[in-house]
């Protein structure tokens, strides 16, 4: 971030933020008031909020300034117009975890709304809940396996159990192999909802949250709405007309896709690239 390729684009975003803010009638009253004693109410709040999802945006796999497949680097983009396009990416990302900001949050830029979700979650949404369910599965089988070793599959819930079982012998009458043994191939068989009991249930409370990172009602929460979020797509459900609904929907897979990152981060201090000359020499009466 501290590179001077990153700074335009974030210069970019900041200032379609101050305009937004500023010009919208749902967050004018809350951004011109001046009382900054406390971060409700006022513009502390909304800048919090575009924080954190600008947070997520930056190192989003798809569309965020660097991933570690090197398919993305903003310090590779070597013009103004490479680097418009990353920014419009995360206008992207921003749109669609607030879809309340569409239409009012960098209108100049005119991102089209075929590669974001309307009243359906979009393919890319889908794909993106695909992929947490089966990551979020395997983090759960190897916290298991850490725990209890060989015996985990006695530690997983007499319900949970049954259903994996069921669907084992349901699969295995269309030609479906498993391992005789219970393995991560057996906890694939589980839902979203059945994921959740495993991780609830007493002896995984705190294996699980230290796995995670999170306390027990942070995650609960945030996997009721994936939850919400992963039956819709399923049955072909739309949206919820709610736009506040909506927003907490999409946002919670975010969520959980920044908390299931941070599991695997690497806490060794990044080393910073200044690329150019970082001095900058301000003369008397400059502009």
């Known amino acids: 971030l501290l590179s001077n390729y990153s700074f335009e684009p974030l210069i970019a975003l900041f200032t379609h933020a101050c305009l937004f803010f500023g010009g919208s009638m749902a967050y004018r009253q809350k951004w011109l008031k001046s009382n900054t004693n406390k971060e409700e109410g006022?513009?502390?709040?909304?800048?919090?909020?575009?924080?954190?999802?600008?947070?997520?945006?930056?190192?989003?796999?798809?569309?965020?300034?660097?991933?570690?497949?090197?398919?993305?680097?903003?310090?590779?983009?070597?013009?103004?117009?490479?680097?418009?396009?990353?920014?419009?990416?995360?206008?992207?990302?921003?749109?669609?975890?607030?879809?309340?900001?569409?239409?009012?949050?960098?209108?100049?830029?005119?991102?089209?709304?075929?590669?974001e979700d309307g009243d359906y979650p979009s393919a890319e949404t889908k794909t993106r809940v695909e992929d947490l369910e089966e990551n979020y599965t395997e983090l759960i089988y190897n916290t298991l396996v850490n725990t209890f070793g060989d015996n985990w599959y006695n530690y997983v819930p007499r319900d949970v159990k049954d259903y994996i079982e069921r669907q084992i012998e349901y699969k295995k009458m269309h030609m479906r192999k498993f391992s005789k043994k219970a393995d991560l191939g057996w906890l694939e068989q589980t839902t979203v909802s059945e994921l959740i009991k495993i991780v609830q249930q007493k002896s995984m409370v705190t294996p699980w949250n230290e796995a995670i990172g999170r306390s027990q009602e942070m995650f609960d929460h945030q996997w009721k709405l994936f939850v919400f979020l992963r039956?819709?797509?399923?049955?072909?459900?739309?949206?919820?007309?709610?736009?506040?609904?909506?927003?907490?929907?999409?946002?919670?897979?975010?969520?959980?896709?920044?908390?299931?990152?941070?599991?695997?981060?690497?806490?060794?201090?990044?080393?910073?690239?200044?690329?150019?000359?970082?001095?900058?020499?301000?003369?008397?009466?400059?502009p």
């Open 42 to 115: 006022n513009a502390l709040e909304l800048l919090k909020e575009f924080a954190e999802v600008l947070s997520r945006a930056l190192v989003d796999e798809k569309r965020g300034f660097y991933n570690e497949e090197g398919e993305r680097d903003i310090r590779q983009q070597g013009n103004s117009a490479q680097r418009g396009a990353y920014m419009k990416d995360i206008v992207r990302f921003i749109l669609a975890e607030k879809p309340s900001y569409r239409g009012h949050f960098a209108p100049s830029l005119d991102i089209p709304e075929d590669d």
């Open 231 to 286: 039956n819709m797509i399923a049955h072909g459900d739309p949206y919820p007309p709610n736009d506040d609904y909506k927003s907490q929907i999409v946002a919670s897979l975010g969520v959980l896709e920044t908390w299931l990152d941070d599991t695997t981060r690497d806490d060794t201090p990044p080393v910073i690239e200044l690329l150019g000359s970082p001095e900058v020499t301000i003369l008397a009466g400059a």
